[in-house]
Structure formats: structure tokens, C-alpha cells
């Protein structure tokens, strides 16, 4: 871990220590800008708490999160990347473009922020959520789905991204059902549609998730609560999949612009609408958030950011 050096003149920090913001500080220090990069928790982010990785492209044996984030940031700091733990209080948009980044011990005034602050999956709060959360409950079919092959399965939500994950679970099992809280899905409506003539999947609308129960290892019960007839009843389950939204990590940046959602507006250079502002990851408006996109979002990033000092400072970037 690094602290600023007196009278370093930073170029880049990066707010946020996940796949996006460990790859934006390896591609930024690499490119021979001077770059920091604050993580408030541990380098890694969400990608520490998974088990067991077998989609990360190059590692054909499954490889822990933690073991990938421990790569991700040795490499990020073997290229000069300087890595602070800390939180942020603050980023302040300046007059003359720069953005100083206030944290509890200094501050940074710089050209440049890329946010990889990421976005936190909403939890519903039911009893046994937490003590479940990877032994059965998850918020991500592409990641824990492959350990409930040909178990039954339960989703919980009623937007794209129940549905789209629904599907995705459906190829792995004949036994997903999906619970809604209303009459009628918010997804879109193709989305929808496959769901409900999928034959692997049984929809159950007016329903809501009363407490998720287990052996104390693992999942292997839930209460549900039929909204229409009143009635609470147990049913056995391996696993819950919770999709009720997400709250992207912005608070820092209210001067970005923001989708309807919540999330930081960028284009193909994950430039936002603030010159300058950066955004890499789940915080930014992507259409697929796994650790490959954040990391290619990390990368992207820092590119167009070297390209943005090198013309602040009136050079050809090289
Ligand atoms: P979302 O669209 O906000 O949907 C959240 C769903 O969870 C809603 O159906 C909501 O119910 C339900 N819900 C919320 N709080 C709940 C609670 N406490 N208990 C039970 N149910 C609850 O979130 P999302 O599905 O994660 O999608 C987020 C954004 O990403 C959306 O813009 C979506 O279009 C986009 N996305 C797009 C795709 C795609 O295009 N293929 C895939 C994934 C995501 P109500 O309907 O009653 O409010």
C-alpha cells in the first residue's frame, strides 16, 4: 500500500479497487502516468467473496476471487500503481476542470477520476439472507448457477434482470421458479414472454418471500406468502436468486450525468459527461456486469484517459 509522495503531481485516481478499478491502475501506471487508486475495503471488491471463478477467461481450473483479486493487484502494482486504503469524503469539481478527491488523510487535486465504484445489488431483507449468502442465496446466475445444476431453484424479482437470469438458470435445470411480487413482470416483454412459455420455469405472481431456511450450511428451505389467497407455506429449495434492482455507487459524483437507473452515463471511451470523469465497471450504464467487462471497462478507461492528459498537455499521444 502507498502513500502520496511530497509534491507528487498525480495524474490519475481511480475511486474504487474491484476487476474495473485494478485494471484502470494497471493500464494508467503502465502508460507512465502517475496513478492512485483508493479502495476503501480490500483490493478486489466484490469479486473476493466468489468461491470458485470458472468463466474468467486463461484459467481453465476454477480460480478463488481472492486469488484472482491478489493477481489483478500485484500486477496493478508491479507496473507502479500506487494502491491506498481509504475511504473518500469527497470529489470536488474545480474551476479550471481538475477534481480534487478528499480523503480522511490527504488530498488529490488532478486532471483526471475514473469512478469504479461499482453497485451494490439491493438486498430484500428477508430473515436468513444473510447467513445464506453463499451457501444457496446469490445475486448473480452466471456465477453460482453451475453449482445448482439439476437442483430446484428459486428467483426472486420481476425485472429484466430476474428474467434474463431465470433463462440463464433454466438451461442448468428444469426446476426454477420464479416469484413476483405483482400480477405482471416489469421486464420487457419478449423477456417476459420467454420466460413464462419457458418449460423449466414455473412463474408464481403474487407471491413474496417470506424467510430462507437451511441446515445452517446450506439452503434447503423458503416460506413464501401467496399475496392473493393470504397463505404462508414452506417449500424446499437449494437455492435463492435474488434480482430486485441495484444501486449503482454514485454519491460521490452527483455533477455526472445519470441514466434512468441510477447509473453514470458513459460512451465507448467510458468518458462521462463531465470532461475529465471517468467511469469503469458496474457504476457505469453497461449492458453485461461480470469481472471480463469491468476489467475491459478498466482498461478502456485509462486508454482514453492518457489520451485526455496527453492532450491536456498538448502532445500526440503515443
Ligand atoms: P429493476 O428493473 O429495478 O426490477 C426490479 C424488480 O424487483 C421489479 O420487478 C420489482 O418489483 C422487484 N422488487 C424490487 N424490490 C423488491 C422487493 N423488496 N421485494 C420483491 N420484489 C422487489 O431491476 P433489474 O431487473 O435488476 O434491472 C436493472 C436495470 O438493468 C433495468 O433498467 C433493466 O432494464 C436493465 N437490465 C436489462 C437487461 C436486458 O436488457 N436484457 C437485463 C438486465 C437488466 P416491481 O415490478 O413491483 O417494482
Not at 468463466?55 to 500506487?82: C, K, M, T, V
Not at 475511504?87 to 475514473?114: E, H, L
Not at 471480463?292 to 482498461?299: F, Q, V
Request: charged share 25%; hydrophobic share 40%.
Amino acid at each position: 500500500m502507498s502513500e502520496l509522495k511530497e509534491n507528487e503531481k498525480v495524474d490519475i485516481i481511480i475511486i474504487g479497487g474491484g476487476p474495473a478499478g485494478l485494471s484502470a491502475a494497471q493500464y494508467a501506471a503502465r502508460a507512465g502516468l502517475s496513478t492512485y487508486m483508493i479502495e476503501e475495503m480490500a483490493p478486489g471488491g466484490q469479486t473476493l467473496i466468489i468461491d470458485d471463478l470458472e468463466n474468467y477467461p486463461g484459467f481453465d481450473e476454477p480460480i478463488s476471487g481472492f486469488d484472482l483479486s491478489d493477481r489483478f493487484h500485484r500486477q496493478a502494482e508491479n507496473f507502479g500503481a500506487n494502491i491506498i486504503l481509504s475511504s473518500v469524503d469527497a470529489v470536488i469539481r474545480n474551476d479550471d476542470g481538475s477534481f480534487t478527491v478528499k480523503t480522511p488523510s490527504q488530498d488529490y487535486t488532478v486532471p483526471v477520476v475514473i469512478m469504479a465504484t461499482g453497485a451494490k445489488r439491493k438486498l430484500i431483507g428477508a430473515p436468513g439472507e444473510k447467513e445464506y449468502q453463499g451457501k444457496g442465496v446469490s445475486y448473480c446466475a452466471t456465477c453460482d448457477g453451475p453449482f445448482f445444476r439439476n437442483k430446484k431453484i428459486l428467483v426472486v424479482g420481476g425485472g429484466d434482470s430476474a428474467c434474463d437470469e431465470s433463462l440463464f438458470l433454466s438451461k442448468l435445470t428444469e426446476n426454477v421458479v420464479i416469484i413476483h411480487r405483482r400480477d405482471r413482470f416489469r421486464a420487457q416483454k419478449s423477456i417476459a414472454d420467454n420466460v413464462e412459455h419457458n418449460d423449466h420455469i414455473e412463474t408464481r405472481f403474487m407471491h413474496t418471500l417470506n424467510e430462507i431456511k437451511g441446515d445452517g450450511k446450506k439452503v434447503t428451505h423458503v416460506s413464501l406468502h401467496n399475496v392473493e389467497t393470504g397463505e404462508d407455506y414452506d417449500e424446499p429449495f437449494d437455492a435463492v436468486f435474488i434480482f430486485i434492482g441495484a444501486n449503482p455507487s454514485t454519491a460521490l459524483v452527483p455533477f455526472a450525468g445519470l441514466d434512468d437507473d441510477g447509473y453514470i452515463i458513459t460512451d465507448d471511451h467510458m468518458r462521462s459527461t463531465i470532461p475529465g470523469l471517468f467511469a469503469a465497471g458496474d457504476v457505469r450504464n453497461g449492458m453485461f456486469k461480470q469481472i471480463i467487462t469491468a476489467a475491459s471497462d478498466g482498461a478502456i478507461a485509462a486508454h482514453a484517459a492518457a489520451q485526455y492528459i496527453d492532450e491536456l498537455r498538448g502532445q500526440a499521444y503515443v
